[in-house]
């Protein structure tokens, strides 16, 4: 028997079936089995399966049984049948035939199976069986491919790891598959290491693939570059089953860079387009993140509730109710919030975040002054939540409560736990003063004092205002004990150290009072001016009260009444120890009376009459600096000289090097002022003023005309260098010597990059390479820019010439993606119109065209007055007609072109004439033809195409007439020769054709 005569023997047999009176035929087995090979491999499952219940009938016992089974599981697993599969291959070991090969295949079979159906555990046992009990099989590949691919999907990253590890190490050639490349780029991702990941993922031409770039741009903090990658993937595989979930983070990455106007709008434009998403909780609830960002409150919690009402995830949820409880705290809704904290702590129980809530939780009872039950609150956190880092903030909260219930004992052991703990911090800082208000509420000033000096060797050494107010209480407690001396010390350490401070005026009247009290007159209250009044009027051999008098009207702005009491004493007492401070405070007060020249006198008194007294370098400095102030550069420069070389080591030596500098250069000794200048920054390379020493560098060098880089060689750290380079490549720009500005910015830029011209080269940088084609370079530079000064007013144009980059470089889809966040991020950038226009054309470069008219469209909508805007349905017109064939939507935006003014009506209607012919609408083409030829521009080409085709038109219908009046009509314009001679030709063809 042939094989043709036992196929159709078995079809007809399929097809006829028995009754119970007929002999059933059993087609011969190898016949049966040859022809159930061939439906399988022609891939005719349905066939097939007919074919191998059949067989499985009559030869159920044979030594084929077995593998024939397996190829009835093999049909439905092809099918995408993977429960009939798993049934089938269930019976497998039941049947005859039965070999280790085939029972390997079993197993990667139901593992496959399993993990279609989504079982995922049942499927890794299934793939670990097969390695165990088939070690050396060559389907131990597929076993190990197949378990990371489980992996993979239950994000086990670990397991993944290891599994492919021994995939590769074991089959090599693995390599070459995408899902491997993917998991080797996931490892690196899952390990952090970004860059290393993006180059497997580029090596994987998949959506995975894409996605994967822009999360690792995305976490690298290159939000742009992220979004650039995502809207790739969703316009080259707009089916993926990952579409929600890149353009969910495409609304992240905006959220993530603080843009969050964007962010907000990505997030409801995923709302829109993805509403049966399962993260769609979780874009409502980033809505609510925004609103909070916004200082919104309302706004947020009614946002939240959007979240609960969807269907959160149990963690989204727990995240989401501590939102709304911070909302309603910043609201001033403390039992809203305490109730949404309060299910925090209910759903999460010894979580962080329920720790965080519980404490907020107390903290509102606090605030609501329920002193009560925040003890019984703090209670339970201190039990539960042991050694959490807010545990600190719960005592004082505490210890404050039984504070305000004159609980004080219980409040002290409350702070003193917390300093015992936590003494070198902010809330030791607060538990320490808290604990001194209490002892001083006690009036326990023994124990105010002991309890400081315990802890102070462990105080932070950082300024706090929390100390300034422990310093008040312990100088009080002083003061109260009679330790006037040690009061008067923390009073002055209040005031010296803490002078902003809200403790500064009750410590100044403390400072008075504790200096009373240890007889330090000359500062005492206002009732001791009149005692003075009288001694002075009485006056003394010494004349000291004189003196202290003075100093008292100088402190109270009263400074004639000052300078004769000054005089006064000088006067009387030329050799006292105390006359060259007098001097001073005499020279002062003419210095504030504006007699310049007299306090100048006055000083030179102190340098010639009392050269030794300790009051002389100040009078050199005084005097120099008034000289300066008065223009009197030349006797300035010798008086601060003067003083610099006597007292190298005085407190004035620094400001006097710098004065001679800065007096040279204001009398324009560029010479003189360039040495003193650098002499002041080789000595004191450290001081603020350095950066002002190399600005007056700097303009001596200008000014005097001299080489600034002849200085800057031998000071390449210089200040001014990021300015001199920044001027030197602004001059070489405008001069359009691009090589030589390129060089100048790219020395600020890598030398200078945190001077005030920084951001500035960078771009600058880049703009070069621009004008100079080498578009890698500007790339990279304007990348550069844009992401590390996202809010600079050049950012815009660099973004825009990012995308310009792109498209020379031919990279046209990430071009246009690049114009299109342009628009995104910055719509009110005078370059965001362009940019789509742009986008467009990229989007046309490389034929999606869908793409090239949605960017003209939103570039419509969105910026219907910019200058491109004006010539966009002329521009829609012609993809929809010559690109898109959508001709219906052509010729309505031939007439809104019309309408718009972007195109003539010759033009228009042989357009939309050629439209009218595509969709087979003779009529109307005829008519739109018409209207064209009767168009004002006689001469247009449209207008001649119009009345030619017009005119073939009507010959093809034999309306002759028509035909030759269109005809005419072209010869009567007397345009161009050739229209007129073929025009004539085809009257003439007509005319004897017709013999009219």
């Not at 196929?7 to 007809?12: G, K, S």
């Not at 009051?615 to 006797?635: H, I, K, P, S």
């Not at 005319?991 to 009219?996: E, I, L, V, W």
Request: hydrophobic share 35%; aromatic share 12%; glycine share 6%.
């Amino acid at each position: 028997m042939t094989k043709s005569m036992a196929i159709l023997l078995l079809m007809v047999f399929v097809a006829m079936p028995l009754t119970a009176q007929e002999e059933q035929i059993i087609p011969d087995e190898q016949v049966l089995w040859e022809t159930i090979g061939a439906s399988y491999a022609a891939e005719e499952y349905s066939t097939a399966i007919q074919q191998l219940q059949l067989y499985l009938g009559p030869y159920h016992n044979s030594d084929r049984a077995a593998e024939a089974q397996f190829m009835l599981g093999e049909c439905f697993f092809n099918s995408g049948d993977h429960e009939l599969a798993l049934e089938q291959f269930n019976i497998v070991g039941d049947r005859n035939g039965k070999t280790s090969y085939l029972e390997a295949s079993v197993l990667l079979r139901r593992g496959e199976c399993y993990y279609n159906l989504g079982y995922y555990d049942r499927a890794m046992e299934q793939f670990t069986s097969l390695l165990k009990k088939h070690r050396h099989s060559f389907l131990v590949g597929e076993a190990l491919y197949s378990m990371g691919q489980t992996d993979m999907i239950t994000g086990n990253w670990a397991a993944l790891e290891k599994t492919y590890r021994r995939l590769l190490e074991e089959r090599p050639g693995y390599y070459d598959l995408d899902d491997v490349k993917l998991a080797l780029g996931l490892f690196e991702y899952q390990a952090g290491n970004y860059e290393e990941a993006i180059v497997w993922f580029k090596e994987v031409p998949t959506d995975f693939g894409l996605y994967f770039q822009g999360r690792c741009q995305e976490e690298s903090g290159q939000y742009i570059l992220a979004i650039q990658k995502y809207r790739q993937a969703l316009r080259r595989f707009p089916d993926s089953p990952l579409t929600d979930v890149i353009a969910f983070n495409i609304a992240e990455a905006f959220y993530n860079s603080d843009q969050n106007k964007v962010a907000e709008k990505s997030y409801r434009k995923f709302l829109n387009s993805h509403s049966s998403s399962r993260l769609v909780a979780d874009a409502h609830y980033k809505l609510a993140c925004i609103s909070y960002r916004n200082k919104n409150w309302e706004e947020c919690v009614r946002r939240v509730e959007e979240t609960k009402n969807n269907n959160p995830y149990e963690q989204l949820l727990i995240e989401s109710c501590y939102l709304a409880g911070l909302a309603w705290m910043e609201h001033g809704s403390n039992s809203h919030a305490s109730f949404e904290f309060t299910e925090v702590v209910r759903r999460a129980p010894g979580s962080e975040m329920a720790s965080s809530a519980l404490h907020k939780i107390i903290y509102s009872l606090a605030d609501e002054q329920n002193w009560a039950q925040t003890i019984l609150t703090a209670d339970e956190f201190l039990a539960q939540y042991s050694g959490d880092e807010l545990e600190a903030r719960v005592q004082i909260l505490k210890g404050f409560s039984h504070f305000k219930l004159e609980e004080y004992e219980l409040a002290v052991r409350s702070f003193q736990n917390v300093m015992d703990r936590f003494a070198n911090s902010e809330v030791g800082e607060k538990a320490l003063f808290l604990a001194t208000s209490t002892y001083y509420h006690l009036e326990q000033y023994d124990r105010i004092i002991t309890n400081f000096n315990f802890v102070a060797n462990r105080l932070l050494p950082t300024p706090s205002d929390w100390r300034a107010r422990t310093y008040y209480h312990l100088a009080e407690a002083y003061y109260n004990q009679g330790l006037f001396r040690e009061a008067s010390g923390m009073y002055r350490l209040v005031l010296t150290g803490y002078p902003r401070s809200d403790m500064a005026a009750a410590s100044l009247q403390g400072l008075v009072a504790s200096r009373s009290q240890l007889g330090e007159y000359q500062l005492a209250l206002d009732e001791q001016e009149e005692f003075l009044v009288q001694m002075t009027n009485a006056d003394s051999e010494t004349g000291s009260n004189s003196l202290a008098l003075g100093s008292l009207y100088f402190n109270r702005h009263e400074y004639e009444e000052a300078l004769q009491q000054f005089t006064k004493f000088v006067e009387a007492n030329p050799d006292d120890p105390q006359t060259s401070s007098a001097i001073l405070n005499l020279a002062d007060c003419y210095y504030r009376l504006q007699y310049y020249e007299e306090a100048i006198v006055s000083w030179k008194k102190i340098t010639t009459e009392h050269p030794n007294s300790l009051q002389v370098e100040e009078a050199m400095y005084r005097t120099a600096d008034t000289q300066f102030g008065l223009g009197q550069f030349a006797d300035a420069a010798l008086t601060y000289n003067n003083l610099h070389k006597a007292y190298p080591e005085g407190i004035h030596s620094l400001d006097a090097l710098f004065g001679v500098a800065n007096s040279y250069y204001n009398s324009k000794q560029d010479d003189l002022a360039i040495n003193a200048f650098n002499e002041f920054i080789d000595i004191y390379p450290d001081d603020p003023r350095v950066e002002d020493a190399e600005l007056g560098i700097q303009s001596s060098y200008y000014r005097s005309g001299r080489d600034m880089e002849e200085y800057l060689a031998t000071r390449p750290d210089s200040p001014m260098a990021a300015d001199h380079y920044w001027t030197k490549g602004q001059n070489a720009f405008a001069d359009n010597n691009y090589e030589a500005a390129a060089v100048a910015f790219e020395r600020v830029t890598l030398d200078y990059a945190d001077s005030e011209n920084g951001p500035g080269a960078l771009f600058y940088l880049a703009e070069s390479y621009y004008r100079m084609d080498k578009n890698q370079q500007a790339l990279s530079g304007y990348r550069n820019f844009t992401i590390t000064h996202p809010e600079h007013e050049l950012a815009g144009l660099s973004m825009f010439r990012e995308g310009t980059a792109l498209y020379r470089l031919g990279e046209f889809e990430e071009a246009a993606v690049t114009y299109e966040i342009l628009p995104d991020i910055k719509p009110d950038s005078e370059y965001a119109s362009l940019a789509l226009f742009n986008a467009s054309l990229s989007y046309q470069e490389v034929e999606e065209w869908p793409a090239a008219v949605g960017a003209l469209q939103r570039l419509k909508t969105d910026y219907p007055e910019s200058e491109r805007a004006k010539g966009i349905w002329y521009q829609i017109a012609g993809l929809y007609q010559d690109e898109l064939g959508d001709f219906a939507v052509a010729i309505d935006a031939w007439d809104k072109s019309l309408n718009e003014g972007s195109s003539v009506v010759e033009e228009a209607a042989y357009r939309q004439g050629e439209c009218y012919e595509k969709m087979n609408n003779i009529d109307q083409a005829i008519a739109s033809y018409e209207r064209s030829g009767s168009g004002s521009d006689t001469a247009s080409s449209f207008r001649i195409a119009s009345l030619a085709r017009l005119g073939e038109l009507s010959e093809e219908r034999g309306d002759w007439t028509t035909a030759v009046h269109a005809w005419n009509r072209i010869v009567e314009t007397n345009g161009k020769p050739e229209w007129t001679v073929m025009a004539q030709a085809r009257i003439q063809e007509i005319q004897s054709t017709t013999g009219n």
